[in-house]
């Protein structure tokens, strides 16, 4: 217990005075200091993808993206099923880069402190597989693809559950879930706020 | 409440002119009167055109809603395609594409413009809007043209939203900032700009700031890195947030949750053993009675008794009197601070239990608030679909065993309507009811069986154990015999549930929740029948009357204290045995692929039941919350690494939101309401012993409180006496207890009208759904007619030039 303690106290003091060297140098490069100790610990693990691209210090003014693929070998992501949709979702520039500022969107909206209707807007992009701002019928069965893997339901399976959420959420009868008929769903689903949260 | 439509022709200046190119376009729609208006017009120029009595008829009835309209069931039937875009001609999809709901995030400025309404609105209507004020819609209003418009200007709707930002206040300010969807440097921009909006992280650091204000700065960086640094030291001390991340990891949120609560209960002893430590341990240990030197054996660690009998462990050390703080041999003119310590010791513990109380109902109506909603009529299905997915699964493993999951669940709910649906036979349900009475016959009979045996043997007990201090026999086997009690009640804590498990597999249920429900509430009810003939033995007069018990708190104490250590090494010996002896059987000599699975139900009530033991045992044993903690740590990481080892994710349907509720009621209710009850019993009704502890010569423990409060008020003090009188007055009660009453009614009331409204509201977004249907296919009618049209006046000016030419 004691041999513990001292490890974690050791590991955290090195982070700490890595953090305060590191925030010096920021200091004297540019204006711009990382705000808390959860951006600087996304830094790291943002230069941990990819040594030789990112520098060792944030700097603002440096345009430094990283290709999807390489966001998607990360271990909190890589078994996701909606991981994919997850990250196009966040990059800003849609031509499959992420910069630091889009993966510290990301993991900033996943994180348990963002409200819930903020959780929900993008929870209704990463679902809506088409991008045609409604969850229609195809992108229901995209996701219950998603959702069961190899253990694939059958065909009139398929058909039945989702005439059975466009039955119980489709409030004003158009055939596809609009995000006021999502937010509205989801938001009283108790469970959601703890399933659409990664821990870093 | 749906929009009335304005279809008289109004004089043709007021609206403007409508080419057929303009219409496509909804560049020009202004207003949305004018666009209804111009809408109008147009259907009223294609009825001429084309003269259809029908059309005429569903137009002048459109005031109404469309449905009650007789003029719509007399419309021609047209083909009802659902509205699938790939019915619908270019012009109208050009329309289409420009619907308020399509457009919503399209684009960043639409998204800026769209909160710059948002802040206008806030700035303006600090109170909340009358319900016939409310917009219809969350979209981005067809008033603003710009949330239409993809090239809009992003760079004049930031400024436009920063003007509207300055004008609130702080807090305002960065909630609202909080709560937009756009990117985080976008908003650290924004807020940079604002200059009202101070927050902490982002501190400018400017060429041209005074020496003074970088010093400032560079201060308070300095000061935050400290903060920083000090709260990560801190969580070293705490259970780590990688254990956490390695739980979720592989079991999800369920399992998680256990080990939320371990966490939550370790912080509640923590802070009981604060106080005790800070008022009632270090002013006896600085002024120690005069006690008999004992020596110190091994078995004192389990049995309590021995050495630790007359140490700060137990009340029976404490004395009832009063000494002055601050009081030293050097500084005899200092003002004499008395502190009196039966009035400390029963004030501290007391308003420990009123702190907890406080924090545990606010825990509850938390947890409650989060797991129940108004109008929660969503089936399971939707909660199944879009949230049984859990992010934080990232073992490879668990992942392709949720997949096995979801994909159960999902095929149970379908055939549960195939279920109900099929009725199963009456003498089918005759049995299964059968077997439920048995069931429950068979665990409470075994509940009422547990509860009178341990009542008798306690007394039993009792009697050996003055008996054998009578005929001499060495008090070592006479202490070890007193831990026979302990070991029956852990060893009927530790089979029992089993029982329950294969009662409760032998029973059909309905639904798979109310499996666990049952078997937590015979659990429970086992943890009551243990715990209710303690209590009684406890409080009752037996002890008491027995001679060789010269202290019976202390005694008390150190049953107590006996219970819990036992319970401990049972719980360790259950999980080595329990999961990790049963896995290597499963998987060597049953040769099954599946570990053993970890039953959260009854470990979190192990837990509960045993801060029931701390709670009681507080007044008896003020360093309890101790060895609690010790225990509760010990026992996180001995389940972190039986889990990581020995156990796969539970395959029963638990609800993660439900489960800290429920966890969280079952603590608050049985267990801290019990432990409150006995405390207060105990303090009001009990006569403490006359030769040990603080209250010594006392009849009551409150009678300390009496004689105290008469002492201030010869002393002058009115007050205490007038609150004390006060406190202890039973009206008060009621009082209370009705304010509640009130209080609690006029929520359900609250309650019952978002109920109705959501109703209300609910058919309305119905009526606008069929509005916009019907608009639509008018829409795509008039387009598909016009284009019609225009070919017939193409092919007739092409005959009249063919003709000309001819």
């Not at chain 1, 603002?60 to 993206?65: P, T």
């Not at chain 1, 889009?102 to 348990?112: A, E, G, Q």
């Not at chain 2, 016959?441 to 009697?463: D, F, N, Q, R, T």
């Not at chain 2, 439900?658 to 966890?663: A, R």
Request: charged share 20%; aromatic share 12%; hydrophobic share 40%.
């Amino acid at each position: 217990m004691a041999v513990f303690v001292t490890y974690c106290s050791l590991k955290y003091l090195a982070e700490y005075c890595l953090t305060k060297q590191y925030n010096n140098e920021a200091d004297m490069v540019q204006k711009t200091v990382p705000a808390n100790i959860t951006e600087v610990k996304l830094y790291h693990r943002y230069h941990a993808l990819a040594p030789e691209i990112v520098p060792r210090y944030f700097n603002d003014s440096a345009d430094i993206k990283l290709p999807l693929e390489l966001i998607s070998e990360m271990p909190e992501l890589k078994e996701n099923p909606f991981h994919q949709k997850l990250l196009q979702v966040f990059s800003e520039d849609k031509q499959d880069n992420m910069s630091f500022n889009d993966f510290l969107n990301m993991f900033s909206i996943l994180s348990d402190l963002t409200p819930q209707h903020l959780k929900a807007y993008y929870a209704f992009k990463v679902y809506d597989f088409n991008s045609d701002n409604f969850i229609c019928q195809s992108d229901l069965e995209v996701m219950l693809g998603k959702l069961t893997g190899d253990e694939e339901l059958s065909h009139e399976e398929v058909q039945l559950v989702c005439h059975k959420i466009m039955e119980e959420g489709d409030l004003d009868g158009d055939g596809k879930l609009s995000f006021a008929d999502f937010e509205y769903m989801i938001t009283r689903a108790p469970d959601f706020m703890s399933t659409f949260h990664i821990r870093i | 409440m749906a929009y009335s439509v304005d279809l008289h022709i109004d004089a043709a200046d007021a609206i403007p002119v409508f080419s057929d190119d303009d219409l496509a376009s909804p560049d020009s729609c202004f207003d949305e009167e004018l666009v209804h208006n111009s809408f109008a017009n147009l259907i009223s120029e294609q009825s001429a055109l084309e003269s259809e009595p029908s059309v005429m008829i569903e137009m002048e009835g459109l005031p109404g809603t469309g449905i009650e309209n007789v003029g719509y069931i007399r419309s021609p039937p047209r083909a009802q395609c659902k509205l699938n875009d790939d019915c619908y001609d270019p012009a109208t999809l050009k329309v289409l594409s420009f619907m308020p709901s399509r457009t919503i995030g399209r684009s960043r400025g639409a998204i800026i413009s769209e909160y710059y309404n948002r802040t206008l609105r806030l700035r303006r209507q600090r109170a909340r809007p009358a319900l016939k004020d409310m917009s219809r819609s969350m979209r981005p209003s067809i008033r603003d043209v710009a949330a239409l418009d993809e090239n809009c200007e992003e760079e004049l709707e930031k400024k436009k939203l920063l003007s509207e930002l300055q004008q609130l206040t702080g807090s305002e300010c960065t909630r609202m900032l909080r709560t937009m969807p756009l990117n985080l440097s976008v908003k650290r921009e924004l807020r940079r700009m604002t200059s009202n909006c101070k927050d902490h992280s982002s501190v400018p650091l400017d060429e041209n700031l005074s020496c003074w204000s970088h010093t400032k700065y560079t201060l308070i960086i300095a000061v935050r890195q400290c903060w920083y640094g000090f709260l990560s030291l801190l969580h070293a001390f705490h259970l780590r947030q990688i254990a956490l991340k390695q739980i979720s990891g592989r079991f999800g949120t369920g399992v998680l949750s256990y080990f939320i609560f371990l966490k939550m209960l370790l912080i509640f002893n923590a802070f009981h053993l604060l106080m005790n430590v800070f008022f009632i341990v270090i002013p006896q240990a600085t002024h120690p009675p005069k006690i008999p030197e004992r020596q110190f054996f091994g078995l004192e660690l389990l049995t309590g008794i021995g050495y630790f009998t007359d140490t700060v462990l137990y009340y029976g050390y404490y004395t009832n009197n009063t000494w002055s703080i601050l009081h030293g041999q050097y500084n005899k003119s200092a003002p004499k601070l008395p502190y009196n310590m039966p009035i400390a010791y029963i004030y501290t513990i007391g308003s420990s239990f009123f702190i907890t109380c406080i924090i545990l109902v606010h825990c509850l109506s938390k947890a409650f608030g989060e797991s129940y909603r108004v109008g929660n009529t969503y089936g399971n299905l939707v909660t199944k679909v879009f949230c049984s997915w859990d992010f934080k699964m990232t073992q490879k493993q668990s992942v392709e065993s949720n997949y096995e999951n979801i994909s159960t669940r999902l095929k149970e709910s379908l055939t549960e309507h195939k279920f109900r649906a099929t009725h199963s036979s009456i003498t089918q349900w005759m049995e299964n009811l059968s077997v439920h009475i048995l069931g429950w016959i068979l665990s409470l009979g075994s509940v009422v069986g547990c509860g009178a045996g341990i009542h008798y043997y306690s007394e039993s007990m009792l009697k050996d154990y003055s008996q054998d201090i009578q005929q001499g026999i060495p008090e070592k086997l006479v202490e070890s015999r007193l831990l026979t009690l302990p070991l029956i009640v852990s060893v009927i804590n530790l089979v029992m549930p089993y029982i329950y498990n294969l009662i409760g597999l032998l029973e059909k249920y309905d639904f798979p929740q109310q499996q666990i429900y049952v078997s937590i509430t015979r659990n429970l009810l086992l943890k009551l029948a243990i715990l209710g003939p303690l209590c009684f033995h406890w409080m009752g007069n037996k002890l008491k009357e027995t001679a060789e018990i010269l202290c019976w708190e202390t005694f008390v104490g150190q049953e107590i204290y006996r219970l819990l250590v036992v319970d401990f090494i049972f719980i360790i010996l259950d999980t080595v045995f329990g999961e990790y002896v049963w896995r290597v059987i499963c998987i060597k000599l049953l040769k099954r692929k599946r570990k053993p699975e970890f039953d959260i139900a009854r470990n979190v009530l192990d837990l509960i039941f045993g801060q029931t033991l701390t709670w009681l045992g507080l007044v008896f044993v003020p360093l309890l919350p101790a060895i609690q903690m010790i225990k509760f740590l010990v026992i996180f990481y001995i389940k972190k690494l039986s889990l990581m080892k020995n156990c796969q994710p539970p395959h029963k349907l638990w609800q993660a939101s439900h489960m800290m509720t429920i966890f969280i009621s079952l603590l608050c209710f049985p267990s801290f309401l019990g432990a409150t009850v006995v405390f207060s019993y105990t303090v009001w009704y009990i006569k403490p012993s006359s030769s040990c502890g603080p209250f010594r010569s006392l009849a009551a423990m409150s009678d300390s409180i009496t004689n105290w409060v008469q002492k201030l008020d010869e002393n002058g003090s009115k007050f205490f006496k007038y609150s004390w009188i006060f406190v202890r007055n039973p009206f008060i009660f009621f009082l209370a207890s009705g304010f509640l009453l009130i209080l609690i009614y006029f929520h359900c009331q609250v309650v019952d009208g978002q109920r109705k409204v959501i109703k209300l509201l609910n058919e309305q977004i119905a009526n606008e759904g069929e509005d916009k249907k019907f608009l639509i296919d008018k829409l795509q009618d008039f387009n598909r007619k016009k284009f019609k049209f225009q070919n017939k006046r193409l092919t007739q000016r092409e005959d009249e030039v063919y003709s000309d030419n001819y």
